[in-house]
């Protein structure tokens, strides 16, 4: 098999399967010989990154870098990861890797830009583990956007919760809490907010698609890189 994606996932099972089946419906293709041929290495033993950036477990590094080996070994053109804690350990995965790997706090940050161009303040609703490692506000503030993000109750009482139930499968639950968060966000001067956990576009479906243009999901803003390096290839 030649030019085809790599996916590190499994973080969670969930959140890859929701990416997959948006990469395919992002593609303009109308036979399945024109989507993009993906090897999957979909490790759901990999530990919490969370739980990690904050002290409480093992370093999921070495899983990581396995899965970006396995890709490369298994001869993928490129690779991404659909899970935005994991881009805490992207310096040292990009350097593991021969072929290109996605960065999707990059690819959200350009989202932001198509969606809405005139967005000053950017809101994001990611783990506890992303917000601590400052990932998406460095990339953010770097482009000119002021951040805004959820205190350390509403990590605590909101967020970290809700991505809890989305764990759990318990989507309809999680909802309610995730709109909470959001519209926590807005209240503080968001004027678009980037669903910065891979997990969070899952429990916020009818919010995104009442709303399309209030959210970026960084699982549809990955698709679409994914969608245009691809594109290019072949081009």
Known sequence: MSNFLGVLGGMGPLATADFLRKLVERTPAAVDQEHIPVLLYGDCTTPDRTAHIVGDGPSPLPQLLAGIKF??????????IPCNSAHCWYGEMAAASAVPVFHIVRASAEQVRRKNPAAKVVGVLSTAGTHRMGIYRETLVEMGFTVVAPTHEEFHTLVSPAIALIKANRLE???????????????????????GCTEIPIGMQRQYLAHPGRFVDSNEALALAVIGHFAGRQA
């Open 173 to 195: 639950e999680a909802e309610a809490v995730f709109a909470q968060a959001a519209a926590s966000l807005s209240a503080r001067g968001a004027e678009i907010i980037i669903l």
């Open 71 to 80: 890709l490369n070994e298994g001869g993928a053109q490129a690779i991404c």
